[in-house]
């Protein structure tokens, strides 16, 4: 096995020689008992002419190949959502023609999809009322139904600017509930992932959000599938879970705690739709392959290294777990190249990309050890260690 300099917190350089990778399989043949959704990143074009912080570039021919890898494994793509750096370098434009080629593809690959819509096209200055959100999500709505796309309800920003309580919530949400051609996925991602969404719900009480919520998802129940909450509290989505009516799931976007979560406590067990399981595809369907099969066990042995990886990846600022994301990718041959939308690939340090390194091999999710050992040492070339 290769062995690659690695450099340590208190600046020493280590030898670390890496472990053999598990061989996930490629394909996943069985079907299975939990619907996941990797929210997919998408693949930048580094040899494009254009101002990375200010225009997006896409290698559309990686970005499509990634999706129909997760679909070869029997995971949903959650389509122009966060991770693909919705709202942080990629534009409304860029993500409805993202959403056109991916539904496309789906259809002709026979994957599960859905599609974020949300109201990042509306700037900051016309954003004066609730009217306006309104405005907003309705059309992207409509662009995404004309596709024949499935609805992810994202988190707006701009409600959370003009609301000035959650009766703007039910407002709002409830024209938008009350026109959707088929069942939607809510999106509660907290200020964690997004500064700019404190306050979601109409109040900086999670307890009272939650309310809110499910008074929301109450009154429109035939028109939620489920909700998926980004708050990393494990406990806040137990009880939520417990709570929403009969048919409707609950989404775990929890990246830290998604094993116990998907996996249930006798009761009540949560579905997924997860960043996380765009870096950790592989594992996470072999994972729920073994859950399908009533092995618990085999599902938490392939799952349980891959926490330490995720918290890392999501560590503080949360925000940042883009960068993490992409990097495994590169790491594992899906892409060429280092590079991202608004040039995000410098959000993340040395030092934690050589921590993501170690834990993504102790998991065994660095697929060919050679390749992974040869791209880990270019980018620490890059940053002065030879």
Not at 164 to 171: A, Q
Not at 175 to 193: C, E, N, T
Not at 210 to 238: C, H, N, P, R
Not at 242 to 253: F, I
Request: glycine share 8%; with cysteine.
């Amino acid at each position: 096995m290769p062995t690659i300099r690695l450099p340590r917190a208190d600046r020493s350089i280590e030898s670390y020689t890496l472990a053999p990778p598990r061989g996930f399989p490629a394909r996943t043949e069985r079907p299975l008992t939990r619907i996941a959704f990797a929210a997919a990143h998408m693949v930048a074009d580094p040899l494009a002419e254009c101002d990375p912080w200010l225009a997006p570039a896409i290698d559309w021919d990686r970005t499509i190949a990634f999706r129909e890898h997760l679909w070869d494994l029997g995971l949903g793509v959650a389509e122009a959502m966060d991770t693909a750096q919705r709202g942080m370098g990629l534009d409304w434009p860029t993500s409805l023609e993202l959403i056109r080629r991916s539904q496309s593809a789906a259809k002709a690959r026979g994957g599960v999809i859905a599609c974020g819509a949300g109201t990042d096209h509306l700037p900051p200055e016309n954003a004066r009322s609730v009217d306006d959100v309104i405005r907003a999500y309705e059309e992207q709505i409509e662009a995404i139904e004309d596709l024949d796309g499935r609805i992810i309800l994202m988190a707006s920003r701009a409600l959370a600017r003009v609301a000035t309580g959650p009766e703007d919530y039910v407002r709002v949400y409830g024209r938008i509930l009350s026109q959707v051609k088929q069942p939607v996925i809510l999106h509660w991602l907290g200020d964690m992932f997004d500064p700019a969404l404190a306050g979601y719900w109409g109040t900086a009480d999670v307890d009272a959000a939650m309310d809110t919520a499910l008074s929301i998802i109450g009154d429109f129940a035939a028109k939620v599938d489920g909700i998926k909450i980004s708050l990393l509290d494990k406990d806040k989505e137990i009880v939520m879970r417990r709570r929403l009516p009969d048919g409707v799931r609950m989404y775990t976007g929890d990246d830290f705690n998604y094993a116990e979560l998907i996996a249930g406590d006798g009761q009540h067990k949560s579905d997924a739709l997860l960043g996380i399981f765009d870096a950790i595809a592989p594992a996470a369907a072999a994972a729920l392959a073994h859950l399908a099969e009533g092995d618990e066990a085999g599902f938490h042995d392939i799952l349980a290294p891959t926490v330490p990886l995720s918290r890392h990846i999501f560590k503080a600022p949360t925000r940042f777990y883009k960068t993490g994301v992409v990097f495994m990718a590169y790491l594992n041959g899906h892409q060429d190249h280092f590079t991202m939308v608004g040039g995000q690939e410098s959000t993340r340090s040395t030092l934690h990309l050589a921590e993501l390194f170690r834990l993504a091999d102790k998991a065994g999710l660095l697929s060919d050890p050679d390749r992974a050992a040869q791209r880990m040492a270019a980018v620490l070339a890059v940053r002065g260690i030879s």
